[in-house]
């Protein structure tokens, strides 16, 4: 197995290649080793080599860094969200628990960008709920309660105010909520490969294929060599399960998503010259969309349960067709030939929307499962499990273990049933807003 860099996905295409990439070669030996270079990994990377300039840390990708999911999702740097799972958020103090974590992850990514004056087309415009449904007003009202009892400021719109605002008239019902951000992914990580201590050590390329603790000692197997370590932090986020790493808590979704290019101004003015928008869907499934700085409209409206090693150009070919609709549905003005690329990424689920961030053994350390919230807490629970594996502790640390632990999963034929059961579901109940 391995992990194929492909060339499908516009924010990365839009960034110069990386270049003089090196992999693991022979058997050489360090005092951390993270695997994965996402945001959890270069984030976890980043902290380590600041924590002690002495200690040499090695962080290992299968692919180029940075460039899976972490470089593909929809850039929203969430303050709230209203789906994060597949349980409801109605007790307020677990919300709450929850929310302080997306705070935290929030101010995590403002205070690496503003030490490192990173531009990442990051715009504080808010964001938007919305629902082509009337009846799903009731589902903007409870949450709006929860919101305002928890000091986030929103407020309910309806067709007329969300034509004027998105440029498009499918939506009957939605809530603003002022705290959500949006950025540009492939940017500010291409900003933490950048940002990476002289100490951390890059091997990109390099895929493990299995690791043991002996004699005292982790032992990293790779294609080409072997890296011995006194701890590993693993950040592989969608991939953990196929390490073996709390493989009863955690499973892969594979998600798709495709963007357009830039509109004409002509299409731009057709459709009222919108500012840049986010809209997260009421329902689980239905689709992420937003109108991007420089007047793309990307749109996310599938995820499934797949193998995440692989997905054809052919399968992802017909889900760019459910996009196109998604796009058609709300722009029909636009032209049929207007998406520009379509791509796949993988997040990690848990059953109760918990994420991971634990000690496993002496010196095993995991941070992951973010679900639909994965670059601000990516950014905060990578850094915090540095400073966990460190032997040090923190007030993040402590907010953060305040959360629930992730629940037990069935194993896997029984998980994969209700996982797609479940997905048929929640598609079949947003199959509108798709
Ligand atoms: C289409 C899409 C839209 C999304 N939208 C949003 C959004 O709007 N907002 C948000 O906050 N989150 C969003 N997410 C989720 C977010 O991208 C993830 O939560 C986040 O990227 C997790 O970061 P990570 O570093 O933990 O994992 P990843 O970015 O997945 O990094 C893990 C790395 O581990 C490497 N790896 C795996 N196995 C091995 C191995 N055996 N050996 C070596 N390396 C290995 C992989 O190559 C990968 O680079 C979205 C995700 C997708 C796919």
């Known amino acids: 197995m391995n992990i194929v860099n492909d060339h499908f996905c516009t924010w990365i295409n839009n960034l110069s290649s990386r270049i003089n990439t090196q992999s693991v070669k022979g058997i050489i030996e360090c005092d951390f080793v993270i695997i994965g270079a996402g945001i959890t990994g270069l984030s976890a990377a980043r902290k380590l080599g600041e924590l002690n300039k002495n200690h040499n840390i090695y962080l290992v990708d299968a692919q180029i860094a940075g460039e899976g999911a972490s470089s593909r999702n929809s850039g929203f740097l969430v303050d709230t969200t209203l789906n994060d799972g597949f349980t409801s958020d109605t007790d307020l103090e677990n919300y709450k628990k929850k929310t302080d974590i997306y705070k935290l992850g929030i101010e995590a990514v403002k205070k690496f960008m503003q030490e490192y004056q990173v531009d990442c087309d990051l715009n504080e415009c808010g964001k938007y709920y919305a629902s082509s449904k009337i009846s799903d007003l009731k589902i903007l009202e409870n949450f709006s309660k929860i919101l305002s009892k ?28 002022k705290g959500g951000i949006l950025l540009n992914p492939a940017k500010l990580v291409r900003a933490m490969i950048n940002a990476l201590p002289n100490n951390v050590k890059l091997f990109e390329n390099s895929f493990l294929i299995n690791w043991k603790i002996h004699n005292g000692q982790i032992v990293c197997k790779f294609k080409n060599g072997i890296i011995k370590s006194k701890k590993i932090i693993f950040a592989t986020n969608g991939f953990l399960k196929s390490l073996g790493i709390k493989k009863n808590y955690n499973f892969p979704l594979t998600l798709t998503a495709s963007m357009t290019r830039p509109l004409t101004n002509k299409e731009y003015s057709d459709i009222g010259s919108p500012k840049e928008w986010g809209v997260l869907s009421v329902r689980p499934m239905g689709a992420t969309v937003r109108m991007t700085k420089d007047k793309r409209i990307l749109i996310r409206n599938t995820a499934e349960v797949s193998n995440p090693f692989k997905m054809t150009k052919l399968e992802l070919d017909k889900r760019a067709a459910i996009q196109k609709i998604g796009i058609k549905k709300r722009f ?60 040090e502790t923190s007030e993040e640390i402590k907010i953060i273990e305040k959360k629930k632990k992730p ?17 048929m579901y929640e598609r079949l109940r947003s199959r509108s807003d798709i």
């Open 150 to 177: 928890l000091n986030h400021q929103n407020h309910l719109l309806f067709k007329n105010d969300l034509k004027k605002e998105l440029g498009t008239n499918f939506y009957n019902v939605g809530l603003y909520t």
């Open 332 to 391: 029909p003005q636009l032209p049929d030939d207007i998406i520009e690329s379509t791509w796949s990424g993988i997040v990690s689920r848990t059953r109760n929307s918990s994420q991971i961030f634990e000690k496993l053994d002496d010196n095993v350390f995991v941070a992951g499962c973010y679900n639909g919230s994965g670059i601000g807490v990516g950014t905060l629970f990578g850094e915090q499990i540095a400073i966990k594996a460190f032997n």
């Open 407 to 423: 629940t037990w999963l069935p194993p896997t034929f029984f998980l994969d049933i209700g996982v797609k059961t479940r997905l």
